[in-house]
């Protein structure tokens, strides 16, 4: 089982949440093992069929406590610079989103906060956040830059992120989010702008290597979906994934985009149809829903729950946490206000941070349920049954987190 050198680690006496594809609800497994050789599980199943353990391997006893993927948090803003709770306060006193941004808040107010900080300063002020989602057994997040607007500060967040994956045991994907707003040096000049992104920025930055995927904000106040056409487009020559944040505060046409470019994911949707979700069901699009902006901006249209499990379209959640609309570093919080807000079952909350978060990344040979050949990514909980990890408020029952096999 174990060639030399590399070391063979045993969790026994478990209850397994295995999210395999193929295994009905959470595919669970009771008494289960995990076994796992050089970050990878070579073994997972029912404990009295595990392998027996090759010489100088560690055997964990699990105690009966509950074994699921590690958790992947799929749509974050993570890095920025600066504070936006004067907005929270304006928000709470009757303004809307809309009126913020077009009032030069909103995304530009954390653009000039993120131009003004040095790379150092944004790990510095990223990390307690990462901190906070590691804490709760996330081992794969997705970062975005997004509030730079110019090249050298989109290159700067995507640098910071890339640190952060090196500053702690946590894989990150990056994403390059430059059709994010409109800059405030462009006003009047989105044409050029777009163009820019496609034809400069991302050139630029894909070929240092700093871009997993690409993103943009479909939207009135954004970008349309023509103009985020010219982006994917740029992005389907240079071979990077696309995803969307689409439909969130009206119908633009972006869910539909996002499945022509056959895109990862569509994110938010609380404005998606019947023409949206078949289409992204066609294209095998991830619906991510982000309850916590949803919560934030006091929305009351709900994303299409309904029409997306019934025509098969895969659900991811995440927390969205940014600094303006979803300050958010729990997302074992989002999962109780997908449930709670959204009506997601406990089953569709927890295969959507992990099974259905891995396919939202492009990861779903990789991580997200507990399969032979995939990484060793696990979250050891102090539960008597998943649901206490949708049903709980402010509380972590997390025992150990265990990254790569580690």
Known sequence: ?????????????????????????????????????????????????????????????????????????????????????????????????????????????????????????????????????????????????????????????????RRLGSERPVDVRTTFLGAHALPPERAGDKAGYVAEVADAMLPALAAEGLVDAVDGFCEQIAFSSDDMRRVFARAKHLGLPVKLHAEQLSNCGGARLAAEFQALSADHLEYADAEDAAAMARAGVVATLLPGAYYLLRETKAPPIDLFRRMGVPMAVSTDCNPGTSPMTSLLLALNMAATLFRLTVDECLIGVTRNAARALGLEAEIGSLEPGKRADLAIWDIERPAELVYRLGFNPLHARVWRGR
């Open 1 to 161: 089982m174990a060639s030399d050198g590399e070391e063979t680690t045993i969790w026994r006496n478990a209850r397994l949440a295995t999210l395999a594809s193929g295994a009905p609800g959470l595919g669970v497994v009771e008494p289960g093992a995990v076994v796992a050789t050089g970050g990878r599980i070579v073994y997972s199943g029912a404990d009295a069929d595990a392998p027996s353990p090759p010489k100088g391997a560690q055997i964990v006893d699990c105690g009966g406590r509950w074994i699921t993927p590690g958790l992947i948090d799929c749509h974050t803003h993570l890095v920025y610079a600066g504070s936006r709770a004067a907005e929270f306060e304006a928000r709470l006193a009757g303004a809307s989103y809309e009126d913020i941004a077009r009032a030069g808040g909103g995304i530009v107010s954390t653009v000039r906060a993120t131009r003004a900080a040095s790379e150092d300063a944004l790990v510095l002020e990223a990390l307690p956040r990462l901190d906070a989602l590691i804490a709760e057994g996330v081992t794969t997040i997705e970062i975005k830059s997004g509030y730079g607007l110019d090249l050298a500060t989109e290159r700067k967040m995507l640098r910071a992120a």
